[in-house]
């Protein structure tokens, strides 16, 4: 049996042009677990939603472009290579939305004689609008493709020491310079997205503290695997209570999403005497649009208007050396039969 490994991120436009951006988002907001209305609804609402917003976020993209292209694709594509160099199987790249993408890889897969792969979504939470949806899509094309590939998914890595410790060794350089508050800035998703992912019906924001108590929906509860790899960087690092938060960002329309805001935050912290601000961004595992441009630019010109003196972003792992090794561990589990 021939193995390879496939990494799949989010993705990112071809081109911080409006037109590749309005392609980008019309995909990934027409994804059912992104925007999880009856299809003609969204589509209405994808469609109000391309008028103005690809204007905007092309604006957005062009601050944080460089010369090689999106940093969230440049990233991945180093990651690739570092990982392929500590791999003796094919080690492959995609995108669940836009370029290089999936239907490609599984091709390219395919064409090489490979029969089983280790897909590791770059999300070490499970959510709908990422891990699962990277998942289905990818099980789907594999199905359709290449139906004698089987696809072999790494769990959600949120609490996994290896991932842990490589997240806390890439923040030591920024919190080795000292701060007054740390704050863990995740990216949100509708409260809904936790009510349609709880096989028990029963818990997520439904009990008083449904994080903290056990329950078989923390598999799938994106809100709870947050909040456990807070203790876990923490307990690594060292952070007392009173000197971090957690909040969420990205949020998309009217309706209720995770609380709180990281944008309120970012406003109030001020208020509470924080004036050197670091903010890390867990969900994260490559700079991009939400991390460079949304926290360490906007989010920063929040955090200053409103009092504070210093905010720093945290670069997410990218291409940290302890971040190889974690998916190369990862890897070797299951080239050796034991993930």
């Given at each position: 049996?021939?193995?390879?490994?496939?990494?799949?991120?989010?993705?990112?436009?071809?081109?911080?042009?409006?037109?590749?951006?309005?392609?980008?988002?019309?995909?990934?907001?027409?994804?059912g677990r992104v925007i999880d209305v009856p299809w003609p609804l969204r589509r209405l609402l994808v469609?109000?939603?391309?008028?103005?917003?690809?204007?905007?976020?092309?604006?957005?993209?062009?601050?944080?472009?460089?010369?090689?292209?999106?940093?969230?694709?440049?990233?991945?594509?180093?990651?690739?290579?570092?990982?392929?160099?500590?791999?003796?199987v094919p080690v492959e790249l995609a995108m669940r939305y836009?370029?290089?993408?999936?239907?490609?890889?599984?091709?390219?897969?395919?064409?090489?004689?490979?029969?089983?792969?280790?897909?590791?979504?770059?999300?070490?939470?499970?959510?709908?609008?990422?891990?699962?949806?990277?998942?289905?899509?990818?099980?789907?094309?594999?199905?359709?493709?290449?139906?004698?590939?089987?696809?072999?998914?790494?769990?959600?890595?949120?609490?996994?020491?290896?991932?842990?410790?490589?997240?806390?060794?890439?923040?030591?350089?920024?919190?080795?310079?000292?701060?007054?508050?740390?704050?863990?800035?995740?990216?949100?998703?509708?409260?809904?997205?936790?009510?349609?992912?709880?096989?028990?019906?029963?818990?997520?924001?439904?009990?008083?503290?449904?994080?903290?108590?056990?329950?078989?929906?923390?598999?799938?509860?994106?809100?709870?695997?947050?909040?456990?790899?807070?203790?876990?960087?923490?307990?690594?690092?060292?952070?007392?209570?009173?000197?971090?938060?957690?909040?969420?960002?990205?949020?998309?329309?009217?309706?209720?999403?995770?609380?709180?805001?990281?944008?309120?935050?970012?406003?109030?912290?001020?208020?509470?005497?924080?004036?050197?601000?670091?903010?890390?961004?867990?969900?994260?595992?490559?700079?991009?649009?939400?991390?460079?441009?949304?926290?360490?630019?906007?989010?920063?010109?929040?955090?200053?208007?409103?009092?504070?003196?210093?905010?720093?972003?945290?670069?997410?792992?990218?291409?940290?050396?302890?971040?190889?090794?974690?998916?190369?561990?990862?890897?070797?589990?299951?080239?050796?039969?034991?993930?």
């Open positions: 049996m021939s193995k390879a490994v496939l990494l799949v991120n989010l993705g990112s436009p071809d081109s911080p042009k409006v037109g590749d951006v309005r392609r980008y988002l019309n995909e990934f907001l027409m994804d469609g109000y939603i391309l008028i103005n917003r690809p204007k905007e976020s092309a604006h957005a993209y062009s601050t944080v472009w460089t010369k090689e292209g999106s940093p969230l694709i440049v990233s991945s594509k180093h990651v690739q290579k570092l990982l392929q160099a500590k791999l003796s836009q370029n290089p993408s999936i239907p490609a890889a599984v091709k390219n897969l395919a064409a090489q004689g490979i029969t089983e792969v280790l897909l590791i979504p770059l999300f070490p939470h499970f959510a709908m609008s990422s891990f699962e949806t990277a998942v289905v899509r990818v099980q789907e094309v594999a199905a359709q493709l290449a139906p004698q590939m089987k696809v072999t998914v790494q769990p959600p890595y949120y609490a996994d020491p290896d991932y842990l410790d490589a997240l806390v060794a890439s923040a030591s350089p920024q919190l080795n310079d000292g701060y007054d508050h740390l704050l863990f800035s995740f990216h949100g998703i509708p409260e809904r997205h936790l009510y349609k992912s709880d096989p028990t019906g029963c818990n997520c924001l439904r009990v008083s503290s449904c994080c903290e108590m056990a329950s078989p929906a923390h598999a799938t509860c994106y809100r709870a695997q947050c909040f456990k790899t807070v203790a876990g960087f923490v307990q690594r690092a060292g952070i007392p209570a009173e000197k971090y938060s957690v909040a969420f960002q990205s949020r998309l329309g009217n309706d209720p999403w995770l609380k709180p805001y990281t944008d309120f935050e970012l406003q109030i912290l001020p208020k509470r005497g924080v004036k050197k601000l670091l903010v890390i961004c867990p969900a994260f595992v490559s700079d991009c649009l939400e991390t460079i441009e949304e926290i360490g630019q906007r989010g920063r010109d929040t955090f200053l208007e409103s009092g504070g003196q210093e905010c720093a972003l945290i670069p997410c792992m990218n291409e940290h050396p302890r971040w190889i090794d974690t998916l190369k561990n990862m890897s070797e589990r299951f080239l050796q039969g034991t993930a």
